[in-house]
Nanobody
Framework: QVQLVESGGGLVQAGGSLRLSCAVS????????MGWYRQVPGNQRELVAT???????NYADSVKGRFTISRDNAKNTVYLQMNSLEPEDTAVYYC??????????WGQGTQVTVSS
């Protein structure tokens, strides 16, 4: 059973930083691409950043220049480094993986709260 387990969320003041981690229970190479989404209660889940198996990344306009997605294939882990955090970044952040076979996998989510 493939699992994605997020960690690293928490409470931080505006302007601060957090690093989220997503550990894959298995080989990260099983995924075509991975990414981070976030969701605020009452809103749809929105894309934050993605990274392909080749290392190419893509970001939502709202986080460009502040967030960086990366992957460590040896540790089977994807990271999201979040700098210059804003109260608008407050959300539950979910790790996502698109398997080469077409299935999608989600983590359980980790709460990020940015105080003003």
């Amino acid at each position: 059973q493939v699992q994605l387990v997020e960690s690293g969320g928490g409470l931080v003041q505006a302007g601060g930083s957090l690093r989220l981690s997503c550990a894959v229970s298995g080989s990260i190479s099983m995924f075509n691409f991975m990414g981070w989404y976030r969701q605020v209660p009452g809103n749809q889940r929105e894309l934050v950043a993605t990274i392909t198996s080749g290392g190419s990344s893509n970001y939502a306009d709202s986080v460009k220049g502040r967030f960086t997605i990366s992957r460590d294939n040896a540790k089977n882990t994807v990271y999201l480094q979040m700098n210059s955090l804003e109260p608008e970044d407050t959300a539950v952040y979910y790790c996502y993986g698109n398997h080469w076979g077409g299935l999608n996998y989600w983590g359980q989510g980790t709460q990020v709260t940015v105080s003003s």
